[in-house]
């Protein structure tokens, strides 16, 4: 089985002289790779493609039988032909990369090498696992799609137009996209023409995508412009930190990432900033870490609770929610369906306040105050019990799904209750 097909994803390293090791399983005559490839810069990915003489024969069968001269047949000449190179194996089983296809692809140290079949592709890591999570994700819109559902997608990052735009040529008149966050949800609905709203999903926090794109810095492990906007507009992580006062900086240090140390860090960040305004996510990092002391062993980077921190403030991710959840409530139709997936507790702590309210089952006020009795209809009822969290199958195939739980309700046919009161706030 798998004879003359490249199959599996091997995560790999280029040295220092762009020389990568390509898997025993690959180099084989049964796939015309038995001592070399053929490489060039992907027709349709930002990655490089690679193949033995089948894929040779392969491409050079499409093009042959395309009209000559035309304009789809110069392309794939200029790709495959004038674009590919040529490349042996060393005594190792290495190939050497040349720097341009390099520059090409964006290949970074840490690269993937994809098995698809009479070919192969290779990818920087951190774009691979981007373009990985975002199908992922469209994979579940994608199956509300299957079932005859028309879906108004909501997002403000600007990069996921292109995935958007494949999931829209496949659902014709089914799917859009709008760029809006949580908040808008209520006039993405009234602009869409639709008369019932049966379902809405809201996928909290951020994205693998985002946190794994470098130029994004959402990362403390990757070098980048200290930015942190899902979107393109408002303020960014460099803003607060190089312009913030003390107490509001150490304020969101404690209450979003629930840093025992805000006031140090804060302290430490602008006696840094006099010198030197920050403007690199890596710099940040190692001011971070220098002011709780390093390491020392422990289970996650010093920084992870104050870029986590930044990340909640620059986004409004706590108020999206809020303002998503009460826009959910009053547009829902009754017999719709609520489901939100939260990544940690400050955003799991919001829907489960928000569902034990709206379901009528909030706890009585003190017993030494006044009795009131709440008089509205519950808006809301359980799905289930609790919060759902992802099977060990999940968590091995994918490792962030570990803290990742679901909280699901119905509409119920009665008024919505309105802005989210005081017990549900965080």
């Known amino acids: 089985m798998g004879q003359g097909v490249f199959l599996s994803t091997y995560e790999k390293q280029l040295d220092g002289k762009r020389r990568l090791l390509i898997p025993q399983e690959f180099r084989t005559a049964d796939n015309g790779a038995e001592h070399g490839v053929f490489c060039f810069f992907a027709l349709a990915d930002d990655c490089l493609e690679a193949g033995g003489d089948r894929l040779m024969a392969e491409y050079v069968a499409r093009i042959e039988a395309l009209p000559f001269g035309s304009d789809k047949r110069t392309a794939l000449e200029e790709t495959f032909y004038a674009g590919q190179r040529p490349l042996s194996y060393d005594g190792g089983g290495r190939i050497t990369l040349p720097e341009s296809l390099c520059q090409d692809a964006g290949l970074g140290e840490d690269v993937v090498i994809v098995g698809l079949g009479p070919r192969f592709q290779i990818w920087d890591r951190a774009r691979w696992n981007a373009r990985r999570d975002a199908r992922r994700a469209l994979a579940r819109t994608r199956a509300i799609l299957a079932t005859g559902a028309t879906v108004i997608a909501l997002d403000r990052d600007p990069t996921v137009q292109p995935h958007a735009d494949a999931v829209a040529n496949d659902y014709p008149g089914r799917f859009r996209l709008v760029r809006t966050p949580f908040s808008g949800l209520a006039e993405a609905f009234a602009e869409s023409g639709e008369a019932r709203l049966d379902g809405v999903v809201f996928d ?220 549900v706030a965080a």
């Open 204 to 423: 909290i926090g951020v994205s693998s995508m985002q946190l794994d794109q470098a130029e994004r810095g959402f990362s403390f492990m990757r070098d980048g412009p200290l930015d942190m906007r899902m979107s393109d507009e408002g303020e960014t992580a460099a803003d607060i930190v190089n312009g913030w006062d003390h107490g509001p900086m150490a304020h969101i240090f404690k209450l979003y990432g629930d840093e025992r140390q805000s006031g140090r860090v804060a302290t430490a960040i602008l006696r840094r900033r006099v010198e030197k305004p920050f403007e690199r996510t890596l710099d940040l990092a190692a001011v971070v870490e220098k002011a709780l002391g390093g390491r020392r062993g422990a289970p996650i980077h010093p920084a992870t609770r104050v870029f986590q921190a930044l990340r909640i403030a620059v986004n409004d991710e706590l108020g999206q929610l809020r303002q998503g959840l009460e826009a959910a409530e009053a547009a829902l139709s009754p017999g719709g369906r609520l489901a939100v997936v939260t990544f940690h507790s400050l955003e799991d702590r919001i829907v489960k306040a928000f569902l034990t309210e709206r379901t009528g089952n909030a706890p009585g006020g003190s017993r030494h105050a006044p009795v009131t009795v709440e008089t509205r209809k519950p808006s809301f009822t359980l799905s289930f019990k609790g919060a759902c969290e992802a099977g060990d199958a999940e968590r091995a195939d994918n490792p962030r799904a570990r803290s990742a739980k679901l909280r699901a309700a119905i509409r119920t046919d009665a008024a919505p209750w309105g802005v989210i009161g005081g017990r």
